[in-house]
């Protein structure tokens, strides 16, 4: 194994990435990448184009040159069992990346993969995505689709079929006539969360009338909120979480999300159709989180769908009104009713904790940097008296909301890799990496890495704004944000997602003053997401 030189860096909070970009030594290259044209992969195996950009020795080196953690993918499995590391992937990655520089190939059970961390290679891989851009398959979620019969949603899709689907839904999530359409119902929603949170502040809060604190643990409230919000927006209607006594079936939903969350992870390194077939707790867990998922969208899509029809009489199912992306999928008629379900599903059970653990994060954050937070608070203010009521137009005029969730997400990325297959033979950090493997661009590392960003334990929003970074960022700075993915398979929610988050943290600057008990730094654990090991708790002071 080459090692690296390596120097400290002062940082605040837990150690950052140690790479540093020192000089190339015994073959160890940090060229940018580049793709192949004419000549020979070292070795003569493969023949290969010639390279863009070469190395200091001028070849490229064989893809099994690439340094790896070891050849053996269930002994490699056995150790992250045995060291907890699946819980701890985004820590894992970033050691090996210090200890292994930016590249290295990675074997564990079923699943290989190269793991690459600077944005010049991340654009590289991005160039060579082709038409149909694959991600790696959750194959846990497939398989529970197929074993129950169900229709695939765009998640599990691939080619001609999935860029179809796509297509239809875009249009109703993804373009900014959509957005206009949906905005002012997550508006509504999180005026009404300032507001139940107002009287719970007043209620239990302590200080004098009307400049009470309270502090909690947001997380139940906000995985309340993200439900509600989601629900507002795909199927059009309310569910009343707000209320003192919310649905147990709504509660029932959010911890099977948690639970097919928690179980993806450790079942996409194992034999899935071996432990079907030996009845493994674990697949039971999985599969028994996601029918109880599916059942709870299925009511909700019979509901809003007879609701919908009784329209029909007024020639429009919608009757001139905004019916959530769901109505506005059957209105349209372009997808059978078996897709609308499987995607709406996938919609649902992707857009709650993916967005309630980002906004633990963010409040947390705000919390421990007042500067920071005043300065978004002013801005927000300023833009929210100048837009007279319009969301749009105050979300329009505070660039540093929308820069906080950039920055929040890239310390605390949801997803900690992500994932593509190139269509064409590409040459990264001067190794040949053939067609069809699977490359992970890996955000946690990226965001800490000093080589990608200033100062990157700081949490600082205006740095996306700024143009003080502009010398850092070099080849591939478009690729140093990917918390919603790239291109054409980025994520089909983020819109929703940007929104929710945005307009959520808007209103609770616009009425809190936001504080934490404790400013030591979160531990952090991967489900399949990244979230903290325990919620933090925030303290809210009326304003």
């Not at 699943?111 to 654009?123: A, C, E, F, H, K």
Request: with cysteine; net charge positive.
């Amino acid at each position: 194994m080459r090692k690296v030189s390596t120097v400290s860096v002062r940082a605040q909070g837990t150690c950052g990435s140690r790479f540093l970009g020192v000089a190339p030594q015994n073959g160890f290259c940090v060229t940018a990448a580049g793709t192949v044209m004419d000549g020979d992969v070292d070795g003569g195996k493969r023949s290969v184009k010639a390279v863009r950009k070469r190395g200091v020795d001028g070849r490229v080196r064989r893809f099994e040159e690439i340094p790896h953690t070891g050849r053996n993918g269930w002994i490699n499995l056995v150790k992250f069992w045995r060291d907890n590391r699946f819980q701890q992937l985004h820590k894992h990655m970033e050691g090996t990346f210090n200890a292994l520089g930016p590249i290295y190939r990675e074997s564990v059970g079923t699943l290989n993969s190269v793991n690459i961390l600077m944005p010049s290679d991340i654009s590289e891989l991005f160039q060579s995505e082709g038409l149909h851009p694959r991600r790696m398959t959750l194959q846990p979620w497939a398989t529970h689709r197929e074993t129950r019969n169900h229709s695939k949603g765009l998640f599990l899709k691939n080619g001609e079929e999935w860029r179809s689907d796509r297509l239809q839904l875009n249009k109703e999530v993804m373009l900014s006539a959509a957005v206009k359409r949906f905005l002012p119902l997550l508006d509504e929603v999180a005026k009404d969360f300032c507001r139940m949170l107002q009287m719970r502040v007043e209620r239990e809060g302590r200080g004098e009338e009307g400049k009470r604190s309270l502090t909690i643990d947001p997380s139940p409230d906000l995985f309340r909120f993200a439900l509600e919000a989601s629900c507002h927006v795909i199927y059009g209607e309310r569910i009343g979480l707000f209320s003192s006594s919310p649905s147990p079936e709504s509660q029932k939903f959010i911890w099977a999300v948690e639970r097919m969350l928690t179980t993806t992870q450790p079942l996409l390194y194992l034999p899935l159709r071996l432990l079907l077939r030996i009845g493994a707790p674990l697949w039971t867990q999985h599969a028994t989180a996601w029918d109880h998922i599916f059942s709870h969208a299925e009511a909700r899509i019979q509901k809003a769908y007879q609701r919908l029809t009784s329209s029909q009489g007024q020639g429009s199912l919608s009757g001139g009104q905004y019916t959530g992306v769901l109505g506005q999928l059957m209105e349209k008629g372009q997808l059978s009713l078996d897709l609308i379900k499987a995607n709406i599903t996938e919609l649902m059970a992707g857009g709650v904790d993916t967005t309630a653990v980002p906004l633990q994060f963010a409040l947390f954050e705000l919390g421990r940097n007042p500067e920071v937070q005043d300065m978004v608070r002013q801005q927000v203010r300023t833009s929210w008296a100048q837009a007279g009521g319009d969301p749009q137009r105050a979300l329009q005029g505070a660039p540093l909301l929308k820069a906080t969730i950039k920055e929040v997400l890239r310390l605390y990325p949801v997803g900690i890799t992500v994932q593509r297959y190139p269509v064409k033979d590409i040459v990264l950090q001067n190794y040949h990496i053939p067609a069809g493997t699977m490359v992970q661009a890996c955000l946690y590392p990226m965001g800490r890495s000093v080589l990608v960003f200033e100062d990157p334990l700081r949490f600082h929003p205006s740095r996306w704004i700024s143009s003080r970074e502009d010398g850092r960022r070099g080849e591939g700075a478009a690729f140093r944000s990917l918390a919603f993915g790239f291109g054409a398979r980025q994520c089909v929610g983020r819109r929703i997602a940007e929104n929710e988050m945005q307009l959520l943290l808007m209103h609770i600057l616009l009425n809190f003053h936001l504080s934490v008990p404790s400013s030591e730094d979160l531990k952090t654990t991967v489900t399949l997401i990244l979230q903290p090991e325990t919620p933090p708790k925030i303290s809210f002071s009326k304003l």
